[in-house]
């Protein structure tokens, strides 16, 4: 995900949230967004943030909801609902899952935006490059990833999640079957092979 200009994601248009539109426009509002950000997690393939600016609300909830997040230094990232008499109580879900909680509440308490740097140390964003770089290390961070089978990606990014909601010895009997499964896998024995013969794999996609 990008954006253009110097907003990489402002979130709802409060004017869609107005006394105007009744409950059912706003709870369709509402549902609509939790489903994309769920979606994102769901995909078979990384999602990337490139972020170039202010996210806030739901834009800070995307960045959170993506798998990484590359950040320029003058990148900010708040959740200032509280501010306005509407508290971000959905963003709050991705943020609560991606800071420590006392940086997450100080957020949606306060509204005051974290700096690029901020949000890197507390593990809202994986990287954080100068403006004129972001490009670069977005995609290749992208083309890293695409040099992997696509199958053993999906079978990773979607065993991560199934397993961060675990308990750990669930989580652990959870992967250590996943980690078999892998094995059976075309890819899995194809890398294997590949490493042992010292050649590059070559992916069944």
């Not at 990337?48 to 990148?75: F, M, P, R, Y």
């Not at 708040?78 to 997450?104: D, E, H, Q």
């Not at 290390?137 to 675990?166: D, P, V």
């Not at 669930?170 to 980690?179: D, G, I, R, S």
């Amino acid at each position: 995900f990008a954006a253009e200009g110097p907003v990489f994601c402002s979130g709802h248009d409060l004017k869609e949230l107005s006394s105007e539109d009744d409950v059912k426009h706003h709870s369709q509002v509402f549902e609509i967004c939790a489903e994309v950000m769920t979606l994102i997690q769901k995909l078979p393939v990384p999602v990337i943030a490139k972020v170039n600016g202010l996210a806030t609300a739901a834009g800070c909830q995307l960045v959170a909801s993506c798998d990484i997040a590359v950040a320029s230094e003058k990148s900010q990232f708040a959740t200032p609902g509280v501010n306005i008499g509407l508290f971000c109580s959905t963003p709050a879900v991705a943020l609560g899952r991606s800071l420590p909680r006392k940086v997450a509440l100080e957020m949606l308490f306060t509204g005051e935006p974290l700096s690029a740097q901020e949000a890197l140390m507390h593990g809202l964003v994986s990287k954080v490059v100068p403006e004129d770089k972001l490009e670069e290390e977005t995609m290749k961070i992208s083309h890293k990833i695409c040099k992997s089978s696509k199958s053993i990606l999906a079978l990773g990014k979607a065993t991560f999640y199934r397993q961060m909601t675990q308990d750990l010895d669930t989580a652990y009997k959870m992967t250590t079957q996943v980690m078999v499964d892998n094995l059976t896998l075309r890819d899995g024995q194809e890398g294997i092979e590949a490493f042992i013969q010292k050649r590059k794999p070559v992916w069944s996609h």
